[in-house]
């Protein structure tokens, strides 16, 4: 597993109806309550969004299988360990973690640490 640190600053945020055309998100999520995307904060400020978390992204460069057992588990639980909170993504190729903006250098050191245990 190599953590990447992306560049950039990214948030939540939530519509009930349709996200605005045009949009960018890097993830997103349909939900009864409505559509989560995560996108630039660039981007949420220049269109006049809501928003009230600040993420870094970090994407764990390794191929998972998506019935994969443990994964998560292992990086929720180092991450926990160094009181870091963190929302997973899962995408086809690779998992992609949230973390709160100032923990990000914080994170991807626990997570090479994990990495570094794990070979």
């Known amino acids: 597993m190599r953590p ?3 560049p950039g600053r990214f948030v939540y945020c939530t519509f009930t109806g349709r996200a605005p055309a045009g949009l960018r998100p890097v993830a997103t999520v349909a939900e009864p ?3 989560t995307a995560v996108l630039e904060q660039e ?3 220049a269109l006049g ?9 970090i994407t764990l460069r390794i191929h998972s299988a998506l019935s ?4 998560t588990a292992a990086v929720a639980g180092r991450l926990t360990e160094h009181g870091i909170s963190c929302n997973v993504v899962a995408g086809f190729h690779h998992d992609h973690l949230f973390v709160t903006a100032d923990d990000a250098e914080r994170a991807v050191r626990a997570l090479e640490e994990l990495a570094a245990e794990s070979s």
């Open 68 to 71: 994969a057992v443990g994964l």
């Open 33 to 35: 309550e409505g559509l």
């Open 4 to 6: 990447v640190l992306n």
């Open 43 to 45: 981007e949420a400020d």
């Open 49 to 57: 969004l809501s928003y009230d978390y600040v993420a870094a992204w």
